[in-house]
């Protein structure tokens, strides 16, 4: 027995003095340059590009199994100005050995040495990063799946260590012939340290974006054994161009069956606009104010997986409004979406498109298409395919010079059919309501709303809006609008419905009928200009309209004070901007009050509105006032059938008609 144990120690010392001995003198005596032809060959047979090793191979087995290349180049598709498409300086990689043998993997260290990579896209729109297949794989062959825990091979891998993986001053430059831009993502460094399967792995990613640098750091991990058997967290903080900072803090979990991820994320507050700045790029947006996009901070706490994506509890701070957002989005090829914003305070006014020089870029606006170089407008296609479920309520908000409070905004839709019910705010001392439907699932969209307004007070309003003084007293209106369209031109030119304006207690500012009456050429602008401004008071003002294509239509306005009555028809283009209404005002027995008490029963002296919205003009209807004055002084008087009966002189009715023409500029 003792005999047989004896060989056997002898046997088994000879096999490892062989092994040792192969492992050693293998390395010295084999020649692995001689196969960089053949390695070289089989790269290009395999990605259709030129592949060259420039450098020595050196390979060692024991006690680490070690590879090192330097001088690597992988070049660029014919036809391209750039010949190498990737580039590395060194690449070195040491595992050890026996360890392998029971299915642990224990690195050295794996280092990438200066690894340059260049993606070109051509003026005909082709990129060297587009691999066409070798012939002998069909192009659309499906990869055979893979087991990540076990390999291909049946290897389980049971520990993984790693003393350092690394990539070294690499660079990333991206080169777009047809529009001319050149991005550079330089001294591009990541280490990875103290890498293993059941313990937190820190990371250290830094680089320069076009010089301005970017730095991510933090923890990921434990990836448990066998990797992604268990939940992974991750800590990592982000610093970019000396601007931004974030933090995203969670972890992920069933990375190879449905993976979901559970993140907590705050950014801090930054500047759009500098970030922007030391990118060297245009800032995207012109804004009426150059002071707004200049502080942004965001926390949420972000949850999902493969079919949904949660945020709640989100705060955003955008200038100086502070809105909370709740949202959960899901079905993404058609997605449902819901969502609860909470807006302190915003004046959209500051954020619309000011008289400053846009930025040049040509591209297409996001969610128009072009053609011909000339924009088809925005594709309604995903708005068809969402599902919509929201509502919006703002403190206060101004938009197009107007201030609201209170408002609040509920939404719904699918299949591009959307419902408003409602919009409604406080506005200037009254109430504004809006419900109806947006329809954009035909090509031109189409509007139909109903507007409510309560004693709202028209003057501040109109002020704000429109920057004139025209109109006070307190509003009530029902209205109904249809349109079709999504630009201002193509709304007016379609715009169809009618309702009724109700103003009480109140005044026509900028027009004096009742001056118009007494003096009609001063009125006017052909006798004494009157001081003061002119105004019209009344106790009710009443405008019934209609809407056709544009075209605003009233035949029954009125406007009654306890000295006035005033009766308006006509039409106002939207389109064109011209006015063509006949006010036709009437007095009870004195105007005391606006000046004058003098007795004017019965007088009535009709105006005419002409012009456009920016220039309106006002003339008294002389051929009307001449008319009711013949009627009365000489018809209706019996003068006429006098002279007739009597076959008297003519002279005496042409001395009256003369004298009640100049009674009419008195």
């Not at 120690?9 to 001689?34: E, F, R, Y």
């Not at 003068?639 to 009715?653: A, C, G, I, S």
Request: charged residues 25%; neutral net charge.
């Amino acid at each position: 027995m003792n005999r047989i144990v004896k060989w056997m120690l002898m046997a088994g010392g000879a096999l490892l003095v062989l092994l040792v001995a192969a492992i050693v003198l293998i390395p010295l005596l084999v020649d692995v340059n001689s196969y960089k032809p053949q390695i070289e060959a089989k790269v290009q047979e395999a990605t259709g590009r030129a592949f060259k090793i420039g450098g020595d191979i050196e390979l060692s087995v024991f006690p680490w199994v070690g590879l090192s290349l330097s001088d690597l180049r992988l070049g660029s598709p014919a036809g391209f100005k750039e010949p190498d498409m990737i580039k590395v300086g060194d690449f070195e990689a040491r595992v050890r050995l026996i360890p392998l043998l029971s299915s642990n993997v224990e690195i050295k260290r794996v280092i990438l040495q200066a690894p340059d990579i260049v993606l070109v896209k051509n003026k005909n729109g082709q990129t060297n990063w587009d691999f066409k297949p070798p012939a002998s794989q069909p192009k659309n062959a499906a990869p055979a799946a893979k087991d990540v825990t076990t390999g291909d091979a049946g290897f389980a891998l049971k520990s993984l260590t790693a003393e350092e993986i690394a990539i070294r001053d690499g660079r990333l430059t991206l080169i777009d012939h047809s529009s001319g831009k050149r991005q550079e993502v330089a001294e591009i460094n990541l280490a990875l340290s103290d890498v293993s399967l059941d313990r937190p792995v820190a990371l250290v990613f830094s680089t320069r974006v076009n010089g301005q640098p970017l730095k991510i750091e933090g923890t990921a991990g434990p990836l448990g054994s066998p990797p992604a058997s268990q939940p992974i967290s991750y800590d990592i903080k982000i610093s970019a161009l000396d601007e931004l900072n974030a933090v995203l803090k969670g972890s992920a979990r069933d990375l190879t069956g449905k993976p979901a991820f559970d993140l907590q994320l705050y950014v801090a507050a930054f500047s759009p606009r500098k970030l922007f700045d030391r990118l060297g790029q245009p800032f995207p947006m012109a804004t009426a104010d150059p002071a707004v996009l200049n502080k942004v901070s965001l926390k949420a706490q972000v949850k999902g997986d493969t079919t949904r994506v949660s945020l709640d509890g989100g705060t955003l701070v955008l200038d100086d409004t502070k809105t909370d957002v709740t949202l959960e989005a899901k079905a993404f090829d058609r997605p449902d979406l819901k969502f609860d914003v909470r807006m302190d305070a915003i004046d959209l006014d500051r954020y619309l498109p000011g008289t400053g020089k846009a930025p040049t870029d040509q591209t297409a606006t996001p969610g128009t298409t072009k053609t011909a170089g000339k924009s088809t407008g925005p594709d309604y296609e995903p708005l068809r395919r969402m599902i919509l479920d929201g509502q919006i309520a703002v403190g206060q908000l101004k938009a197009g010079k107007a201030n609201m409070q209170n408002v609040r905004f509920q939404i719904t839709g699918r299949d591009g059919r959307f419902r408003i019910a409602p919009l409604a705010c406080d506005l200037y001392g009254g109430a504004a309501t809006i419900t109806g439907t947006i329809d954009v699932s035909q090509n031109q969209p189409r509007s139909d709303l109903q507007v409510k307004l309560q004693n709202i007070a028209a003057g501040p309003m109109i002020k704000d809006v429109a920057q004139k003084e025209i109109l006070e007293g307190l509003l009530q209106s029902d209205l109904t609008l249809q349109f079709q369209g999504d630009s201002p031109d193509r709304i007016k030119q379609t715009l169809n419905g009618g309702g009724q304006l109700d103003f009480a207690d109140g005044a026509l500012v900028g027009i004096d009928l009742a001056a118009m009456v007494r003096n009609v050429q001063a009125a006017f602008g052909q006798g004494e200009r009157i001081t003061e401004k002119p105004k019209t008071d009344f106790s009710e003002f009443t405008v019934p309209f209609t809407l056709r294509n544009g075209t605003f239509g009233t035949d029954a306005t009125r406007l009654q004070s306890p000295l006035l009555r005033v009766s308006a028809k006509g039409q106002a283009d939207l389109v064109a901007e011209q006015l063509n209404f006949r006010v036709e005002p009437s007095l009870v027995k004195t105007i005391k009050g606006q000046g004058d008490t003098g007795a004017y029963e019965g007088i009535m002296v009709p105006v005419l509105v002409s012009g456009s919205f920016k220039d309106p003009r006002f003339a008294p209807d002389l051929e009307a006032i001449a008319r009711q004055q013949v009627q009365k002084q000489i018809i209706d008087s019996g003068k006429l059938d006098e002279v007739f009966e009597k076959n008297e002189d003519l002279k005496p009715l042409e001395e009256t008609t003369k004298g009640l023409l100049k009674g009419i500029f008195k």
